[in-house]
């Protein structure tokens, strides 16, 4: 079964800086791409970042791009999202799926907030 498990959201100021995570299991987690997504009520799910299953491509919403960093741990089967420069306009719930810029799966974890706020 397919699950994700997200991590690492709060309250934070901006200019601040949080680190996400996600913990993904039930599929093969190295052949495969994963991204992070923000969902803020009444909106849909967007896209924020993806990294293919080798490192080697990522992409990010222009919103986040050169403030949040997406990487991975293939040991672990991990997913990271590093934020900086966070404004508050970045304040969503968090989630993960597998997919590269596309979910896989129709399952979501419960997500993580984020909340930038002075």
């Known amino acids: 079964q397919v699950h994700f498990v997200e991590s690492g959201g709060g309250l934070v100021q901006p200019g601040g800086s949080l680190r996400l995570s996600c913990a993904a299991s039930?599929?093969?987690?190295?052949?495969?791409?994963m991204s992070w997504y923000r969902q803020v009520p009444g909106k849909e799910r967007e896209l924020v970042a993806g990294?293919?299953?080798?490192?080697?491509?990522?992409t990010y919403a222009d919103s986040v791009k050169g403030r949040f960093t997406i990487s991975r741990d293939n040991t672990q089967n991990l997913v990271y999202l590093q934020m900086n420069s966070l404004k508050p306009e970045d304040t969503a719930v968090y989630f993960c799926?597998?997919?590269?810029?596309?979910?896989?799966?129709?399952?979501w974890g419960q997500g993580t907030q984020v909340t930038v706020s002075s």
């Open positions: 990294i293919t299953d080798g490192y080697i491509i990522t």
């Open positions: 039930g599929f093969g987690f190295r052949g495969v791409g």
């Open positions: 799926n597998a997919g590269f810029a596309r979910p896989t799966y129709n399952s």
